[in-house]
């Protein structure tokens, strides 16, 4: 994924302005109807939380996964990765 690495460049001076990109690609990830998208969709998410951690905006992350939750409560695999990854 080369977006992906050029938003991990990006993430290291200006975390804040790839966190919605993490988040978009987990969304991408999750509709894929690909075996390990929900896996990936978990490793985007955790990677996304600690940039949030990093640039101190907790509260807006926690709503959108909040509400990635709420959009996909029927999917009981998604919620067992985002769980093990430690994701509220």
């Avoid at 200006?14 to 998208?37: C, M, N, W, Y």
């Amino acid at each position: 994924m080369p977006l992906l690495e050029a938003a991990k460049e990006r993430a290291i001076s200006h975390p804040a302005d790839v966190i919605p990109l993490f988040v978009e690609l987990a969304e991408r990830e999750i509709t894929s109807k690909q075996k390990q998208g929900y896996s990936r969709a978990a490793r985007l998410l955790a990677e996304a939380r600690l940039l949030v951690e990093r640039d101190g905006e907790h509260g807006g992350f926690r709503r959108e996964l909040a509400s990635l939750r709420a959009r996909h409560k029927a999917k009981s695999a998604l919620k067992n990765e985002l769980d093990q990854a430690g994701l509220p």
